[in-house]
């Protein structure tokens, strides 16, 4: 399908939501609100599904999930398993036992604002299980990569947003003990790889994340953008202007 086709086929979309008289939920797969909470409030049998919805600021796809409970808007990554999107915490040192691994397949992500909740693993699995200050450790929020042995051990983490239609708009940052850790950039603001450690020490999008072990809580954090080519991605990403 060319750009311009594409292009119409988005555009289409809109107009048909926009403009469509009240239909019953399952004849609407998509729609064009601010939230998947508005969603089901005009289409309270909507399933979990793809949806488009316009906020003040973008024009945006997102996975709808739990759509019969608490909606919540997710993006759904196009690069998933073992090697990409996952953030681990390296055994050695103190920390004993087995590197833990978290892999993301959708991210959690706020439609006014952009921003991922890196703690939410909802559609994450983990593998692996290690000591950390007396605790049991058995996953990791996204976007991180932790260790605590200077010398021998490296956390390792992986941001591939290759195949979507974002980009990263966020710096990281280290923080811990004796905190070391880079970041590998590539191409287009899409592709990250992290190392991080100390004794312990960690790496985390800014402005950090505090002891990152088994997420608990909200922590949006994780900004992104839309990419130049947004509008003619599976799942749309356009700022308004």
Do not use: K
């Not at 103190?94 to 892999?103: D, M």
């Not at 703690?119 to 058995?138: E, I, M």
């Not at 290759?162 to 899409?190: K, M, N």
């Amino acid at each position: 399908m060319t750009r311009l086709r594409r292009a119409l086929v988005v555009v289409c979309t809109v107009l048909v939501a926009v403009t469509a008289a009240p239909v019953p939920a399952a004849a609407v797969p998509r729609g064009v609100l601010a939230s998947c909470a508005r969603i089901h409030a005009l289409f309270p049998f909507a399933p979990d599904g793809n949806y488009v919805l316009l906020t003040r600021r973008f024009l945006l796809g997102v996975y709808c999930h739990d759509m019969a409970g608490r909606p919540r808007e997710y993006l759904t990554l196009a690069n998933t398993g073992r090697s990409a999107n996952f953030s681990q915490y390296t055994a050695g040192g103190p920390a004993a036992g087995i590197s833990v691994r978290t892999s993301f397949t959708r991210l959690r992500v706020n439609p006014a604002t952009l921003t991922v909740d890196i703690n939410d693993l909802t559609f994450a699995t983990s593998t692996g299980r290690l000591t950390h200050a007396g605790r049991t450790v058995t996953a990791m929020p996204y976007a991180s990569a932790m260790a605590c042995d200077l010398h021998n051990a490296f956390g390792r983490g992986n941001v591939d947003l290759r195949g979507t239609a974002f980009v990263l708009a966020d710096t990281f940052r280290t923080d811990g003990f004796v905190p070391f850790g880079s970041v590998a950039a590539g191409p287009r603001d899409q592709l990250v790889d992290l190392v991080g450690g100390g004794y312990c020490g960690w790496i985390a999008p800014s402005p950090g994340a505090a002891d990152p072990v088994n997420p608990r809580g909200r922590l949006p954090i994780l900004e992104l953008g839309c990419a130049p080519d947004g509008l003619f991605r599976p799942q749309v990403c356009l700022t308004r202007p």
